[in-house]
């Protein structure tokens, strides 16, 4: 049996994705979120369990003769509760000790960068910035979840979009296009079923309503606009900071992963007029997915 097999998790808000790699033979699978504030500690062993089993067979292996995992889990390092849980499951699921596990921040980061001193920042469902500088320091900045923080994320856009819309009901602002944006993809006659409806979203709903954002800059809506401006300066001041903190010799390299960018370059362009001058924004090296595999590859090397 090859002894060149390596398993890479990216857990994300919504979705958790799998790659096995076998002599350069990539297989692919994905299950729901592993966040353990949105699922129970059965589902969690269940998902990943149901992951393993369908990758070992396409790849005609056992868990046993995989090389090195990398799983990363949202959250992880937050709640110190979780921890024991989680690695005491991998060890039973992988039967082996060849893991490690991470932040989702971290595989984005070796994504985004090939694993590279840099920082990278995440816009997904939620929001996080982490850095590793050349002395190897490594620092996260945001992250802080959806009701005190997660600003620029999907959840904060679709929360601001509603906003908007309130506002605009009620004419403490202008209607714009916003006004029937928000009622079409809501499917509401009466502004007030805003209320209940949204009173039963999940985060992932929620940060759903974002999808129309982009046609409503497309229409130069000026809430929009506004909207992206503040998203923007958020953004930055997440990298800015990284950047301030850690010790970069000259220019600091920044890349950036999660579904928000992928409005692109309106999004990028404004960014960058807010990033530091000795800071250079630069399109990822892959994706997040890849990323826990390039850790899988580089802990195994490490550990060897």
């Given at each position: 049996m090859s002894k060149e097999i390596f398993l890479g998790v990216d857990g994300g808000g919504t979705k958790t994705a799998f790659i096995l790699e076998k002599d350069g033979e990539r297989f692919l699978h994905k299950e729901r979120t592993i966040h353990l504030s949105q699922v129970s500690r059965e589902e969690f062993k269940k998902r990943i369990t149901n992951a393993v089993n369908i990758l070992t067979e396409k790849a005609d292996i056992t868990n046993k003769d995989i090389s090195y995992t990398f799983v990363s889990v949202p959250g992880y390092g937050q709640y110190p509760e979780?921890?024991?849980?989680?690695?005491?499951?991998?060890?039973?699921?992988?039967?082996?000790d060849n893991f490690k596990v991470g932040n989702d921040c971290l595989n984005a980061w070796a994504g985004s960068l090939n694993a590279k001193p840099g920082i990278n920042l995440?816009?997904?469902?939620?929001?996080?910035?982490?850095?590793?500088?050349?002395?190897?320091?490594?620092?996260?900045?945001?992250?802080w979840g959806p009701l005190i923080g997660?600003?620029?994320?999907?959840?904060?856009?679709?929360?601001?979009?509603?906003?908007?819309?309130?506002?605009?009901?009620?004419?403490?602002?202008?209607?714009?296009?916003?006004?029937?944006?928000?009622?079409?993809?809501?499917?509401?006659?009466?502004?007030?079923?805003?209320?209940?409806?949204?009173?039963?979203?999940?985060?992932?709903?929620?940060?759903?309503?974002?999808?129309?954002?982009?046609?409503?800059?497309?229409?130069?809506?000026?809430?929009?606009?506004?909207?992206?401006?503040?998203?923007?300066?958020?953004?930055?001041?997440?990298?800015?900071?990284?950047?301030?903190?850690?010790?970069?010799?000259?220019?600091?390299?920044?890349?950036?992963?999660?579904?928000?960018f992928n409005l692109g370059s309106i999004l990028t362009d404004s960014i960058e007029k807010y990033l530091d001058k000795n800071i250079r924004l630069k399109a990822p090296y892959t994706d997040p997915t890849k990323g826990a595999l390039i850790l899988a590859k580089k802990y195994w090397e490490e550990d060897k």
């Amino acid at each position: 049996m090859s002894k060149e097999i390596f398993l890479g998790v990216d857990g994300g808000g919504t979705k958790t994705a799998f790659i096995l790699e076998k002599d350069g033979e990539r297989f692919l699978h994905k299950e729901r979120t592993i966040h353990l504030s949105q699922v129970s500690r059965e589902e969690f062993k269940k998902r990943i369990t149901n992951a393993v089993n369908i990758l070992t067979e396409k790849a005609d292996i056992t868990n046993k003769d995989i090389s090195y995992t990398f799983v990363s889990v949202p959250g992880y390092g937050q709640y110190p509760e979780d921890e024991a849980f989680i690695d005491e499951s991998l060890r039973e699921i992988l039967g082996t000790d060849n893991f490690k596990v991470g932040n989702d921040c971290l595989n984005a980061w070796a994504g985004s960068l090939n694993a590279k001193p840099g920082i990278n920042l995440i816009l997904g469902t939620g929001s996080i910035g982490f850095g590793l500088d050349e002395k190897g320091k490594a620092l996260r900045c945001g992250g802080w979840g959806p009701l005190i923080g997660d600003e620029s994320s999907g959840y904060y856009i679709g929360k601001k979009l509603v906003n908007y819309f309130t506002k605009q009901s009620d004419g403490r602002i202008p209607r714009t296009l916003l006004y029937d944006m928000i009622k079409e993809e809501l499917n509401i006659d009466d502004d007030f079923e805003i209320i209940p409806l949204t009173d039963s979203m999940t985060r992932d709903e929620l940060a759903g309503i974002g999808k129309i954002f982009s046609s409503l800059l497309e229409g130069e809506d000026e809430c929009a606009l506004e909207l992206l401006d503040d998203i923007a300066y958020e953004a930055a001041l997440t990298i800015n900071t990284l950047a301030k903190k850690l010790s970069f010799e000259d220019e600091v390299l920044a890349s950036y992963s999660g579904g928000v960018f992928n409005l692109g370059s309106i999004l990028t362009d404004s960014i960058e007029k807010y990033l530091d001058k000795n800071i250079r924004l630069k399109a990822p090296y892959t994706d997040p997915t890849k990323g826990a595999l390039i850790l899988a590859k580089k802990y195994w090397e490490e550990d060897k």
